[in-house]
């Protein structure tokens, strides 16, 4: 199964995210906020059958069904020759130490690439150089 998650409402996004703003009482009061989350944020794949598997990938498809990134986003070429690339504002994922239980402590953000890898964040969320790759 795959899900399309991002902050635009049109058909290919399946679960639209929208950022908070601390202490607004409604929507009037963020629009004129610029979003932390990209039109197209990410892909979350997940297998039906064992093991369960699921996996993240940022970006998204355009209407042509082609990954889409925007311009401002960092790409690269991979040694064997691959796109991949990070989304303008990034894709972060954070894993609590203690798995998902009552004793969780926060554990360390890494960011998720096109291609489905991860590194280190980038010393800003917009930066044009990525972090290591983890």
């Known amino acids: 199964i795959l899900f399309q998650i991002g ?3 049109e058909s290919p996004i399946d679960f639209v995210v929208t950022d908070t703003v601390p202490g607004s009482q409604s929507n009037s009061d963020t629009q004129s906020v610029q979003s932390t989350i990209s039109r197209f944020a990410c892909r979350i794949i997940c297998e039906r059958n064992p093991p369960f598997t699921a996996r993240i990938y940022a970006a998204g498809f355009d209407s042509s069904k082609n ?3 925007g311009e401002k ?3 690269w070429k991979t040694s064997d020759g691959q796109m991949d690339g990070l989304t303008t504002n990034g894709v972060l ?3 609590p ?4 239980t009552e004793d969780s402590k926060p554990g360390v953000w890494r960011e998720i ?3 489905g890898n991860v590194f280190s964040l980038r010393e800003t969320r917009s930066a044009q150089q990525r972090g290591k790759m983890v």
């Open 67 to 69: 990954i889409f990134l």
């Open 73 to 75: 986003a960092a790409k």
């Open 7 to 9: 902050r635009s409402t």
């Open 97 to 100: 130490r203690n798995g998902f």
């Open 93 to 95: 994922v954070m894993h």
């Open 113 to 115: 690439s096109v291609c």
